[in-house]
């Protein structure tokens, strides 16, 4: 909106504001975060490391807007996943050789 914080509480009402964060999270189809997300797909293509990062790993700007310690969460949460997902791959195998 590029108007200062003291500008906005001045002569914007709250109901204003988030109608304005509304338009600009949900319907403005270019820039902003749709701008962001197409140079983090560039940049996710042009990434050469061996492991395997989704498109949010590439975001300069986290649009979540989460506290650390809810980032931290889902980080853990994402390699127990892998981590569990690993065990069930090794049982099977395991389980396989086992049988014949």
């Known amino acids: 909106m590029s108007k200062t914080v003291a500008w906005i509480d001045d002569n914007m009402t709250s109901k204003e504001l988030t109608e304005w964060q509304a338009f600009y999270e949900y319907?403005?189809?270019f820039g902003g975060k749709f701008l962001d997300m197409q140079f983090a797909s560039l940049r996710m293509q042009n990434y050469g490391g061996e492991e395997k990062l989704g498109?949010?790993?590439?975001?300069?700007?986290d649009y979540r807007l989460l506290t650390p310690q809810q980032k931290e969460q889902i980080k853990t949460n994402k390699a127990k996943a892998k981590a569990q997902k690993q065990a069930a791959e090794l049982r099977a195998f395991f389980a396989s050789?086992?049988?014949k």
């Open 27 to 29: 319907v403005e189809p």
């Open 55 to 61: 498109l949010e790993d590439f975001m300069l700007y």
């Open 97 to 99: 050789k086992v049988s």
